[in-house]
T-cell receptor, first 111, second 115 residues
Framework: EDQVTQSPEALRLQEGESSSLNCSYT??????LFWYRQDPGKGPEFLFT???AGEEKEKERLKATLTKKESFLHITAPKPEDSATYLC????????????FGTGTRLKVLA | EAQVTQNPRYLITVTGKKLTVTCSQN?????MSWYRQDPGLGLRQIYY???????DKGDVPEGYKVSRKEKRNFPLILESPSPNQTSLYFC??????????????FGEGSRLTVL
């Protein structure tokens, strides 16, 4: 069964304190792994797609990496505006167009 | 402005009273889908549509119906709502080719309470 597990559930950082969020997955043929950001009361906002192990993507203070079993979202020198819930999702290459989402990591960056 | 619009944003209803949550996108996207978000369970896909008149079940389709008569609209229908359908619902859309890249555009959500 396709599954996504994110850790930690919640993370508090001081401004400037770098850290990483983890997304472990099992999927029957990975078509893609996706990261989204969700602010309170809003819909998720797309950040990255990763297709294969070894791939990396960057956007401002965020960097996403992928291995065969997990993905990391590295946050470098975070700012309070980076506070949000970060969601990871996978899609299988087995002929359907379903996305399996994790439950997310709630990030709070303190000034 | 490119957007996915859901209505209503908030709704309290009673068990068994049919309701429809509308979803409309102005980006000419082929792919549209519905999700529900529950604490501890994350986002779960209810139904999706690859194009007009083409729909398919996601992981939690029981108790829901959808239709795709026009490209821009993808309403979610609860024929006989029950309390276990109390949830936060999101509609999302994407270009078909971009769908392969996971770049879904989400609406602002519809919070539904069934008493």
């Amino acid at each position: 069964e396709d599954q996504v597990t994110q850790s930690p559930e919640a993370l508090r950082l001081q401004e400037g304190e770098s850290s990483s969020l983890n997304c472990s997955y099992t999927v029957s043929g990975l078509r893609g792994l996706f990261w989204y950001r969700q602010d309170p009361g809003k819909g998720p906002e797309f950040l990255f797609t990763l297709y294969s192990a070894g791939e990396e993507k960057e956007k401002e203070r965020l960097k996403a990496t992928l291995t065969k079993k997990e993905s990391f979202l590295h946050i470098t020198a975070p700012k309070p505006e980076d506070s949000a819930t970060y969601l990871c999702a996978v899609a299988s290459s087995k002929g359907t167009y379903k996305y399996i989402f994790g439950t997310g990591t709630r990030l709070k960056v303190l000034a | 402005e490119a957007q996915v619009t859901q209505n209503p944003r908030y709704l309290i209803t009673v068990t068994g009273k049919k309701l429809t949550v509308t979803c409309s996108q102005n980006m000419n996207h082929e792919y549209m889908s519905w999700y529900r978000q529950d604490p501890g369970l994350g986002l779960r896909q209810i139904y999706y549509s690859m194009n007009v008149e083409v729909t398919d079940k996601g992981d939690v389709p029981e108790g829901y119906k959808v239709s795709r008569k026009e490209k821009r609209n993808f309403p979610l229908i609860l024929e006989s709502p029950s309390p276990n359908q109390t949830s936060l619902y999101f509609c999302a859309s994407s270009f078909f080719r971009r769908e392969l890249d996971g770049e879904l555009f989400f609406g602002e959500g519809s919070r539904l309470t069934v008493l």
